[in-house]
């Protein structure tokens, strides 16, 4: 199957702007399944509650949603990306699913990083795997996990227990572990995994932040097949077989699931 990500710098507070660079960087390009950035409709540095409601919008009507409906349905594709999500008086930092039949499912980030905790209310839903129809590769599962939730390797582990074989993973990185560290969450889970980072700053009166790009692509051997640039705005597509992810043997005689000693771990 054909599966990628798009990086680019979200402008800040333009929903529209972004929509319109997403479609323009998918241009021609096939995909089964594309990964977007963390928070690609609003941009991340929020000053006041007042932007915060002004930039979130409602899962699945919302404007930016919709486009990405009709850009599912354009492609015949599906898309995973990072959405800043209002629910009542509650805010989110939400990533969407929308497959081109229209069904949207939506994951809300369990783990908020740093000043994320001031406006978004920690996720609610439970970690969930979702199957997707690919042209060739029948039904195929994957999971979705937003940014910092990489740290906490129960949340990959989650997923690849729960049958992910591809993780999709919208991020606004600022540090620069994750993209190495995700080796060990493909490799631990013999999973794919699909980081979609953003570029560039965001820049806010009383100072900024910088994000890190180098989107990843990693098998399920914890081989890289891919690394973006730095800076530069890009959509890359690849071709994986997603089968190879449900052998989940080290060698003949280890297998990663099979070998868990349960009984050691108190994880609670
Ligand atoms: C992050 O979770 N956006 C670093």
């Known amino acids: ?38 928070l690609a409709n609003s941009g991340y540095l929020f000053s006041d509650k007042k932007e915060l409601t002004e930039l979130s919008e409602e899962i699945p009507d919302g404007k930016f949603c919709s486009a990405l409906k009709s850009l599912s349905r354009n492609k015949n594709a599906n898309i995973v990306s990072g959405i ?9 930092n939400s990533s969407v699913l929308v497959c081109p ?14 000043t994320e905790k001031k406006w978004f209310t920690p996720g609610d839903l439970p970690l969930k795997t979702y ?11 994957i999971g979705m996990m937003i940014c910092f939730d990489w740290i906490f390797p129960e949340t990959a582990r989650t997923l690849a227990l729960k049958g992910a074989q591809i993780i999709c993973h919208p991020s606004n990185l600022v540090m620069q572990y994750c993209q190495r560290a995700m080796f060990t969450r493909a490799l631990e889970n013999h999973v794919f995994t699909i980081t979609a980072n953003r570029t560039g700053k ?28 730095k800076n530069r705005d890009e959509c890359v597509i690849i071709e994986i077989d997603p089968s190879v992810s449900t052998d989940k043997k080290i060698n003949p005689k280890n297998d990663l699931y099979k070998d868990r000693r349960k009984m050691f771990y108190r994880i609670h």
Request: with cysteine; net charge positive.
């Open 202 to 229: 965001d820049i806010k009166k009383d100072g900024g932040i910088s994000f890190t790009g180098m989107s990843v692509i990693l098998s399920p051997k914890g081989e890289y097949l891919h690394t973006g640039s």
């Open 131 to 141: 199957e997707i129809t690919v042209r060739g590769s029948g039904k195929i599962k």
């Open 84 to 92: 800043c999500e209002r629910s009542g008086n509650k805010f989110f």
């Open 1 to 38: 199957m054909k599966a990628g990500y798009l990086q680019f710098k979200p402008v800040f507070g333009d929903p529209e702007a972004n929509i319109k660079k997403i479609i323009k960087l998918t241009g021609r390009k096939k995909f089964d399944l594309l990964v977007l950035p963390e």
């Open 101 to 114: 039949d229209g069904k949207i499912f939506t994951y809300r980030k369990i783990h908020l990083f740093n």
